[in-house]
């Protein structure tokens, strides 16, 4: 038997909000009644630069490399290669990002117009990944990762950190795709809060994994499968829900689509379907909360056109 999977501490998700400050946001929360009159706690996280949580991973990635990267390389459905593009940009160092040929325009867009040199490889996240190897090998390249990474993971646990200033809620509830956000936030929170994971049927990476005890392979599919479509879970982000004891949820297309209508009609929030996904767990009743539990949930990406958003059914 080899080792566990390593996952943050408390002390590195604690240095690397010390390494990140003053290159990512603190996004605010919003305290929110739901239809059935629970109080619910969103963390606004699709306020962070680039539009999702992922800059929080992808600066800690090349701020505690050994080196000053002359290239970063990314594979990417989306939302981190635009996290990437942006960390670049701001740094001065050339990006590369891969993602698939079926990821949304206007993510393809935004990364070209950040600077970033961009690949469409394959349908699926995981042959972008592929199409990455040759380029993330150059001398002086730093492949940024965009789940599995510990670097990736132990960023994004400064959210968890951040919140934890914010809100005393008990439970959060946090979508899932690779796992690198659940991984930082059960890594900060193990054992202190409860943590729920939620992912589309089409999309369950993670309950998978948690059921079997290990990665298995799945074929993503549905609304939120740009964001939260990859093919496998992460070894780090399911060692941290192991360890945390997290559990698993989830959750319909509609019920998807249904949180997301939610959050622009009551909140003016525009979420992309992996950004409401966390809260259609609660809409849907996925996750039934006791009375007395205190919730808050992680609303983490608005890379979507708003076009479809409506006041009236």
């Not at 509830?173 to 193990?190: E, F, M, N, Q």
């Not at 525009?270 to 539990?293: C, F, I, K, N, V």
Request: proline share 6%; glycine share 12%.
């Amino acid at each position: 038997m080899g080792d566990a999977p390593a996952h943050p501490t408390r002390a590195q998700i604690t240095e690397a909000r010390r390494l990140v400050a003053g290159h990512v946001r603190r996004t605010p929360v919003l305290d929110v009644t739901l239809d059935d009159g629970r109080p619910v706690t969103l963390k606004l996280e699709q306020l962070q630069h680039t539009g999702s949580f992922k800059p929080r991973g992808a600066f800690h990635s090349v701020l505690s490399a050994p080196r000053r990267p002359d290239l970063l390389v990314a594979a990417s459905g989306g939302n981190h290669g635009l996290a990437v593009a942006h960390v670049g940009r701001s740094l001065g160092i050339p990006v590369q990002v891969f993602v698939p040929a079926t990821a949304p325009a206007v993510k393809v867009a935004r990364l070209h117009a950040l600077g970033a040199q961009v690949h469409q490889v394959g349908e699926r996240y995981a042959e972008a990944l592929e199409a990455s190897a040759a380029a993330a090998a150059a001398p002086g390249a730093l492949a940024v990762h965009a789940y599995d990474g510990l670097p990736t993971v132990t960023g994004q646990g400064t959210l968890a950190a951040e919140l934890e200033e914010q809100t005393d809620a008990g439970t959060v509830l946090v979508a899932v795709g690779g796992g690198g956000l659940i991984g930082g936030v059960a890594s900060w929170w193990a054992g202190r809060r409860r943590i729920v994971a939620v992912e589309p049927h089409g999309c369950p990476t993670m309950h998978t994994a948690l059921a079997a005890g290990w990665p298995v392979p799945t074929a993503p599919s549905g609304l939120a499968a740009d964001s939260l479509g990859a093919t496998v879970v992460g070894q780090v982000g399911l060692a941290a829900c192991r360890a945390a004891e997290a559990v698993s949820v989830l959750v319909g297309d509609d019920d998807i689509a249904q949180a997301r209508q939610w959050l622009w009609r009551h909140v003016r929030v525009a979420a992309e379907p992996g950004g409401a996904t966390a809260l259609a767990a609660l809409l849907s009743g996925a996750h039934r909360p006791d009375d007395a539990e205190r919730v808050c949930v992680i609303v983490c990406g608005a890379n979507a056109s708003p076009a479809d958003l409506t006041d009236v059914d």
